[in-house]
């Protein structure tokens, strides 16, 4: 047997005997979104489970602080039933609470899903996480977690990775990644706080913060610190700085995290309806939220989308049952924004109710995996019956149809001088339009128009453009060079410095490129 574990950065590989002190079916890691809905279906389905929350409370930001933008239209599930619980309770816990905060009260929503998940015989450990993962000829045998200090080996036959950073994926020493493909950056978090406004109602409000490198810790630190502590914190949560601020998230508004590698990664081109999806389980439905300042820096694929103004469409598409099925190790399970989904097509699968969909649907494929004594990569129709008479897979799904020929000529573009405009002219662009693009590189306040400029000329000196290319290494190699990416709060503004990115982008994008 061998124990696969990461001690201080570094992956380790021992081969001995495990002494296990428990044995379960299935272990869920996370009880977040994904991971309390995970445990709730497969407890309900007959498996013995337990749950390893790093927290002290089931059902992660839902239960942390986001009270708001969560019920709706969406499909059947083990959440429909618990979530008209979740509302019967919020109403008598607390009624004063602004409209779009939705009925739910987090508290409430906490003790339904403990109370769900404790009636079906869920196991659950707070303040708990794995540390190590057991594995024979490559498949999984158990964990070993740091429970409430103490450090124990348990047994399992099955593994959800429910962490939204594929934690267990980077334990066992499989290939994780995150981030779109041009400079690596993840969707923004948000640092998220209730307040109480003048007609003493709650207001749950928010604000990006996270445009950093989420992979580097001390940069996450400081961004989640000046969120709360800026003196415009609160002014930036609310229009009235007469509110007050009554507490602060238990936990960061990630949207992005690390995802493990599945059997089958789901795109943007699924997404978006230009692939077919092989072996789908779930369809999620959601708006293309990208929470993005400088979109630019996306695919070609995403700006076409975007810029046709199509952000706030709702998308319909289904889930790829590979995403969830680990690569490399057998009995393990993905669940939650950690499943192997590309930066092109997270922003609507990443949103609750897709989430929590996600988390039932890894449960039925682990519990009948379990039925029929095999891999949940071998029973994939039962899985996709099961899905279907939940109702959480609609089998017939017709994509937006939003592809149209541009036919606005060169010079008519020019005009409208907008994000569009230069966008479609840098696709093009082999020279003829340097000139024009160069013109919406100097200093100015339209930072979004700025990074199209840049992109385009990038490319364009990608494709063998040499004024383009001396253009854009004059402009970030000076010591000089200063771009920033202002949000706007409330009461003020709050200004991050980009620079250094920018340059990194560029350099990326022509390091294969000399200056001519």
């Known amino acids: 047997m ?37 445990g709730i279906t497969a407890a309900r389905m007959g498996a013995c489970v337990l749950c390893v929350e790093m927290g002290t409370f089931p059902g992660g930001m839902g239960t942390g602080i986001v009270m708001g ?11 429909s039933a618990l979530d008209e619980e979740i509302v019967q309770l919020s109403d008598r816990i607390c009624s004063q609470k602004k409209g779009w905060c939705e009925g739910i009260h987090a508290e409430a929503k906490k003790l339904v899903y403990e109370a769900a998940y ?36 348990v047994a399992c036959k099955m593994v959800i990775d429910a962490t939204a950073e594929a934690n267990i994926c980077r334990l066992a020493g499989l290939p994780v990644y995150m981030g779109r493909e041009s400079d690596g950056q993840a969707q923004a978090f948000s640092a998220v706080c ?23 810790m001390m940069q996450v630190s400081a961004a989640v610190t000046c969120a709360f502590a800026e003196s415009d914190a609160q002014g ?93 190790i057998k009995g393990l399970l993905l669940a939650g924004i950690g499943m192997d989904i590309s930066h092109d097509a997270l922003p609507p699968v990443r949103l609750k109710k897709n989430v929590m969909r996600s988390g039932e649907a890894a449960a039925v ?30 089998e017939n799904v017709t994509p937006m149809q939003w ?42 306040e339209d930072y979004s128009l700025f990074c199209y400029a840049l992109t385009a000329l990038t490319q364009s000196a990608a494709r063998g453009d040499t004024k383009a290319m001396n253009a854009v290494l004059d402009l970030v190699d000076n010591e000089t060079f200063s771009r920033q990416l202002t949000l706007n709060g409330y009461q003020k503004k709050t200004v991050l410095e980009r620079s250094g990115m920018l340059k990194t982008y560029v350099h990326k994008k022509l390091e294969k490129k000399g200056r001519k």
């Open 2 to 38: 061998k124990l696969l574990e990461r001690v201080d950065g570094v992956q380790q590989e021992t081969v001995c005997e495990a002494v296990f002190t428990q044995t379960y079916d299935i272990i869920v890691c996370g009880a977040g979104t994904a991971g309390i809905i995970a």
């Open 69 to 79: 933008y969560y019920h709706g239209d969406h499909l059947k599930g083990q959440c």
């Open 118 to 153: 404790a009636d079906a015989g869920g196991t659950i450990w707070y303040e708990s996480m794995a540390c190590g993962v057991w594995t024979k000829e490559d498949a999984i045998q158990g964990l070993r977690i740091l429970e409430n200090g103490r450090m124990q080996d």
């Open 194 to 216: 209730l307040v109480m406004n003048e007609a003493n109602e709650l207001e749950h409000v928010y604000r990006d913060n996270g445009f950093i490198n989420n992979s580097d």
């Open 236 to 328: 930036a949560y609310s229009r009235n700085s007469q509110n007050r601020m009554l507490l602060c998230g238990a936990v960061i508004g990630k949207r992005e995290g690390l995802h493990g590698m599945g059997q089958t990664q789901m795109t943007g081109e699924m997404l978006f309806g230009e692939e077919d999806v092989p072996q789908p389980v779930f369809t999620m439905s959601g708006p293309y939220d990208t929470h993005l300042y400088d979109a630019a820096f996306e695919s070609e694929l995403v700006n076409d989308f975007l810029l046709r103004g199509l952000r706030d469409k709702v998308l319909t598409a289904q889930v790829p049952y590979g995403a969830f099925v680990a690569k490399g």
């Open 365 to 394: 494929a682990a519990c009948l995996a379990l039925r029929q004594d095999c891999y949940p990569e071998d029973c994939y129709e039962s899985v996709r019956q099961e899905m279907v008479q939940r109702g959480l897979l609609q």
């Open 403 to 444: 592809r149209t020929e541009e036919t606005l000529p060169p010079e008519q573009l020019k005009q409208q001088a907008d994000e569009w405009a230069v966008y479609l002219i840098g696709k093009k662009n082999r020279g003829e339009d340097t000139d024009w693009l160069l013109s919406y590189l100097p200093e100015r």
